[in-house]
């Protein structure tokens, strides 16, 4: 076969390609086409929402109930703030739900361009099918392994174990595509937990502790005095030689550690004096001893004061990378959903529906 008889050959292959091809986009949408459009395919509102469309991210529609929902749940995650109410508290409040409204339907747009980025590198993303069915099964088994209980509560949420098994095999993939982005930026360096080391190591010092054990005597809606004669009986009792944590286990109120002999473990004196009002600093070490708290009287045996001290960079090591790893991997994972939001934005595939603003 000559050279000319190969290329003419050839080329009527590549034409019939491109000729499919053009047909395949633009006119009958085979197979390409339909690849394509499917890794951007709008998914559409909850069944039986038929309150208005606010925004459209990729022709996603995000409702007013989508956003009432996500506004609750911000009420209930967030601290109010703490505000001086004065003449101006009205508009103080009315801006604050103005601020939430802003958070919960940005909170919706960037959860959409995340469930896009994530389809669009399903491909490259590892299979998910397996943990979704484990999760799942797990959340079943909530229901006392009732099947039509677990059933009917997903019914309410218009839901089946199918759909939300692939609900959550998408959130494990979005995971997975969030990891995958942001991984090598998450990263410290040696150097740079050296230097965080340095910098906090003071701060990192250990509390000093005691080990003690008590028998506690409540004093709510009791006579104090009474209370206190008894606390000086069981004293003297302990003195005259019996064993501390027989007495706990028969005398003291506090449940919790009555039946392990009245023992707390370690305690930080600071802590206790703030939370309970117990001072246990001037307590002798090793010799049961009447001290009173904001709830009662207490007989306590404590140890000697353990002195906190400094962690070693080794030792304090593995929480300084598992801690700097989250705070660079939580501004990494905030500047790449920036950008995905940029580029929606300048490719004018977010539109607010009421305003008409894009």
């Not at 959860?111 to 069915?133: I, Y």
Request: proline letters at 4%.
């Amino acid at each position: 076969m000559s050279l000319t008889k190969k290329f003419s050959i050839k080329l009527g292959i590549y034409v019939a390609f491109l000729l499919y091809l053009v047909g395949d986009l633009f006119i009958w949408d085979g197979y390409f086409y339909t690849t394509i459009h499917s890794y951007q395919k709008a998914i559409p509102p909850q069944p039986g929402d038929k309150s208005s469309i606010v925004v459209e991210v990729y022709g996603e529609p995000i409702t007013q109930n989508q956003i009432n929902r996500r506004k609750s749940e911000l009420k209930f995650l967030r601290t109010p703030p703490v505000i001086d109410l004065g003449a101006n508290s009205s508009m103080l409040i009315e801006q604050s739900e103005k601020d939430l409204l802003t958070r919960a339907k940005y909170d919706l747009i960037l959860a959409s361009l995340l469930r896009l980025k994530t389809r669009v590198n399903d491909a490259q993303l590892p299979n998910r099918n397996k943990e979704a069915a484990h999760y799942e099964q797990g959340i079943a088994t909530r229901f006392d392994s009732d099947r039509e209980a677990y059933l009917a509560a997903l019914y309410k949420q218009r839901q089946n174990p199918t759909k939300f098994r692939d609900q959550i095999t998408a959130r494990l993939k979005q995971h997975d595509h969030l990891e995958r982005t942001t991984a090598t930026a998450a990263d410290p360096s040696e150097k740079e937990l050296q230097a965080c080391y340095n910098l906090i190591k003071d701060k990192l010092k250990s509390p000093s502790q005691r080990e003690v054990s008590h028998i506690f005597l409540a004093t709510l809606h009791k006579d104090a005095n009474s209370v206190y004669s008894t606390a000086q009986s069981i004293l003297r009792r302990l003195e005259a030689g019996e064993a501390f944590a027989s007495l706990a286990r028969e005398f003291s109120e506090d449940l919790r550690s009555a039946h392990e002999g009245g023992h707390l473990g370690f305690i930080n004196p600071l802590t206790a004096k703030n939370t309970l009002g117990l001072d246990l600093s001037s307590i002798p070490a090793n010799t049961p001893t009447i001290a009173k708290s904001n709830w009662g009287y207490h007989i306590i045996l404590a140890s000697a004061l353990k002195e906190g001290s400094i962690p070693t960079y080794e030792q304090a090591k593995p929480q300084l990378k598992s801690a700097l790893h989250a705070i660079r991997k939580a501004k990494a994972v905030s500047l790449y959903m920036d950008s995905v939001l940029e580029e929606a934005h300048l490719r004018s595939r977010v539109k607010h529906a009421k305003t008409g603003t894009r």
